[in-house]
């Protein structure tokens, strides 16, 4: 079990607006550590897509979004396309833990 | 562009020591300021961070696995290594060498990844 939770799985139709969370807790999002986003498509390595919280390393479009509050993290996804359907993370640090983690990943399916 | 390439046996047998090693290229392992970083996948879960390795020899295990970890740094080859000791069948997943960037106070992304090593824990 993840300290991070993602829902196991999203759905949307081409050009929809999905949103993926990531629930944490006062040990790690909700303590104001950094939140970054990967994607990974199947069978290769992740990427990533948002890191500290909102930034869009070059080279992703501007349809992915994130932010932050409280004990939470959110990516959105706008004007869905075919080529989204792949799998997310989210990845913080925990102080309990006292080491990163990352969520449990979230599997998007475009309808 | 700096590339990553794990390399390693893929087959390895319980209560044994799991030895996989980064080749990096494209860039200096040496340069500082990077991560050198394992981290693993279990089929068909999640990611899970085992720990890093600075250019200095500094090294960071998660918590988890630190009885059974060490990653070390070859800087004459540009590479880096892990190996987990006693390894059981909950050891088996996909193995990736990453390189780690620090954005600030515990914070760390990881923005290169080799394609990552399937490694079976099997007698």
């Known amino acids: 079990q993840s300290v991070l939770t993602q829902p196991p799985s999203v759905s949307g139709a081409p050009g929809q607006r999905v949103t993926i969370s990531c629930t944490g807790s006062?040990?790690?999002?909700?303590?104001?550590?950094?939140v970054h986003w990967y994607q990974q498509f199947l069978g290769t390595a992740p990427k990533v897509l948002i890191y500290?919280?909102?930034n869009r390393p070059s080279g992703v479009p501007d349809r992915f979004s994130g932010s932050k509050s409280g004990t939470s993290a959110s990516l959105a996804i706008t004007g869905l396309q075919a080529e989204d359907e792949a799998d997310y993370y989210c990845q913080s640090y925990d102080s309990s833990l006292s080491g990163s983690v990352f969520g449990g990943g979230t599997k998007l399916t475009v309808l | 562009q700096v590339q990553l390439q794990e390399s390693g046996p893929g087959l390895v047998k319980p209560s044994q020591t799991l030895s996989l090693t980064c080749t990096v290229s494209?860039?200096?392992?040496?340069?500082?300021?990077?991560?050198w970083t394992w981290i693993r996948q279990h089929p068909g879960k999640g990611l899970e961070w085992i720990g890093f390795i600075y250019y200095n020899g500094n090294t960071y295990y998660s918590p988890s696995l630190k009885s059974r970890v060490t990653i070390s740094v070859d800087t004459s080859k540009n590479q880096f290594s892990l190996k987990l000791s006693s390894v059981t069948a909950a050891d088996t997943a996909v193995y990736y060498c990453?390189?780690?960037?620090?954005?600030?106070?515990?914070?760390?992304?990881?923005?290169?990844w080799g394609q990552g090593t399937l490694v079976t824990v099997s007698s």
């Open positions: 990453a390189r780690g960037l620090r954005l600030g106070e515990l914070s760390w992304v990881w923005n290169y």
């Open positions: 006062s040990s790690n999002i909700g303590a104001g550590y950094d």
């Open positions: 494209g860039g200096s392992i040496n340069s500082g300021g990077y991560y």
């Open positions: 500290v919280n909102i």
